[in-house]
């Protein structure tokens, strides 16, 4: 992502999608279906897919409703709370890329006295995580220092590892580099979190140059959020993927991943 990233988002709503499904604690002898009524809206940056006008490059909501419904429809579910959370869930994991994901699931008729039972789940009141890495070769214990500082402003540091030196690769004409990485939880979405890294890196003084590998008053990178590889490059640099392995064992990083 450049110093001009500027996303271009757009929300996609999926309304009233009508279902039926048992709902309660039943006794599956009287018990009937009940109506359920799903809505869910999601924000993603659509820059690619309207310049494109290509499927491919474009969220498939469509997907998502048919799991939804396999998930859903003449199933059994003792809270809707549990319905609700399961279907924000699948959406999430359709991709880091998705923002500001919102369900509604109603059942209508469900109290005597009332039209309607409704539980909705908005998207910026859940913490994401994320493992964010850590760089420096330029007075780097004071920058690995500002910049926890910084990210304590929008977010939880949950874990760190180890602060380790490494060699540097690629360009070697330079000091070595203080590594590390941090289990980070924030309400803050894939785009807005890379965002705040940048400024953050320009707060601290960094001043890109045509050479990507010169030394650096700091470096931050996602390599992970809510579960997916974000950097693709994580396998160049093996201590990236020993951090991963320390802060999130239950992501398993192979080659097949990667390449996703």
């Known amino acids: 992502m450049g110093a001009t990233y500027n996303p271009k988002l757009s929300i996609v709503r999926v309304e ?4 039926r499904a048992f709902i309660g604690f039943i006794d599956w002898e009287t018990e009937k279906l009940q109506d359920i009524i799903i809505s869910f809206s999601f924000k993603y940056d659509t820059a690619i897919a309207s310049k494109t006008d290509d499927v491919q490059d474009a969220v498939d909501y469509k997907k998502i409703t048919k799991g939804i ?13 549990t319905l609700t959370d399961k279907i924000y869930n699948h959406i999430q994991e359709s991709g880091p890329a998705l923002q500001e994901i919102t369900v509604k699931v109603e059942k209508p008729h469900a109290l ?13 009141d859940r913490y994401k995580t994320a493992v964010v890495a850590m760089g420096s070769n330029i007075n780097s214990e004071e920058n690995f ?4 500082q ?8 949950m ?4 602060f380790i030196k490494t060699a540097p690769l690629k360009f070697e004409d330079q000091p070595e580099f203080l590594n590390g990485a941090i289990l980070f939880h924030t309400k803050k979405s894939l785009s807005e979190l890379k965002m705040h890294l940048k400024q953050i890196e320009a707060l601290l003084g960094r001043v890109r ?11 931050l990178d996602v390599l992970t959020y809510n579960g997916f590889i974000i ?5 160049e640099l093996p201590f990236l993927i020993d951090f991963v392995q320390q802060l999130q064992p239950e992501i398993q990083l192979d080659n097949s991943e990667l390449e996703k």
Not at 112 to 124: M, S, T, Y
Not at 209 to 219: L, S
């Open 69 to 81: 419904i396999d998930f859903v429809d003449h199933k059994s579910f003792h809270l809707i709370e």
């Open 209 to 219: 140059t045509e050479n990507k590998n010169a030394p650096r008053e700091i470096d």
């Open 112 to 124: 005597r006295f009332a039209d309607n039972v409704l539980v909705e789940i908005d998207g910026k």
């Open 145 to 148: 220092s500002k910049a926890l």
């Open 150 to 157: 910084y990210l304590q402003d929008f977010g939880f540091i």
């Open 159 to 162: 874990q760190r590892t180890a």
């Open 231 to 235: 950097d693709k490059d994580i396998e």
């Open 16 to 19: 009233n999608l009508r279902l």
